[in-house]
């Protein structure tokens, strides 16, 4: 039986369409023990995303963003919070988005992408999924200023990172957004060798 048979939506209400779109929907789900049980949930849809880590295999450092997230402030951050480069597809292909973002945000032109993973952050209440890449610079790279567009809001500085301080950074509590601590231990499994994969 597909997940699809063992849904059956009753009753959708837009909450709000303001910023992105809350929905309630109630619905009945066919349990494990073959009983339907009807059950409410909130969504919140801001269409999916793609996150970056740009790595730099010779001088071993990665490129971090730092910016202000209002979300995060509310609950305790009293900081700028430090992250890989992202941002919504807005209807282009996951590796598209990634490269004309990365260089409004960090003013990198990248030229080799891979795609290393796709992940719900928050399946409990967001439907996002978001597609996490990885690709190799050098400082000749930067054509830009990068930090991101003004009239949306993004005042965005740029890090340079050994890797084994952005791992420490993570453990010291420095660096806590998830996405990007995703980023930096496959970075440190699969991209930096022995000494960054024992320092996470």
Known sequence: MSLADRVRVEDVELLSDNWYVLKKTTFLYRRGDGSWQRQSRETYDRGNGAT???YDPLRRTVILTRQFRYPAFVN????LLIEAPAGLLDN???EERIRAETEEETGFRIHEVRRVMEAYMSPGSVTEKLYFFVAPYSPGDRVGAGGG???EGEDIDLLELDIDEALAMVARGEIRDGKTIMLLY?????LFGKTAAAAA
Do not use: F, M, S, V
Not at 76 to 79: E, F
Not at 186 to 190: D, E, R, S
């Open 76 to 79: 305790g951050c009293d900081d």
């Open 186 to 190: 496959h970075a440190a499994l699969h």
């Open 92 to 94: 282009a292909g996951p």
């Open 149 to 151: 567009q003004a009239e």
């Open 52 to 54: 970056i880590l740009l």
